[in-house]
């Protein structure tokens, strides 16, 4: 298979995997569906990660992004 078709297979499943998260965490629900506001908090959320709070707010996203995967996971085993 030629490069470019692995390198796009691998992009597009990496954007599907993004998108898996935005519904996941009920995003689309919440905001009705409206990319407007979804993307108005995306770019909050990057002016944040540009600033002064950027460690601080990393490391609690990621503790809250670990708890809710662990406690899918743990649902899922039920």
């Known amino acids: 298979m030629r490069e470019w078709v692995v390198k796009r297979r691998e992009r597009t499943r990496h954007l599907i ?9 009920g995003l689309v629900e919440l905001t009705d569906d409206d990319r407007a506001v979804m993307y108005g908090a995306f770019l909050a ?5 540009r600033g002064e709070q950027r ?5 609690q996203w ?13 649902t899922a085993d039920d």
């Open 55 to 59: 460690d601080e707010a990393l490391v």
């Open 62 to 74: 990621r503790r809250r992004g670990k708890r809710a995967f662990e406690n899918e996971a743990g």
């Open 17 to 25: 995997e993004l998108g898996g998260l935005v519904v996941k965490a």
């Open 45 to 49: 959320t990057a002016i944040m990660l």
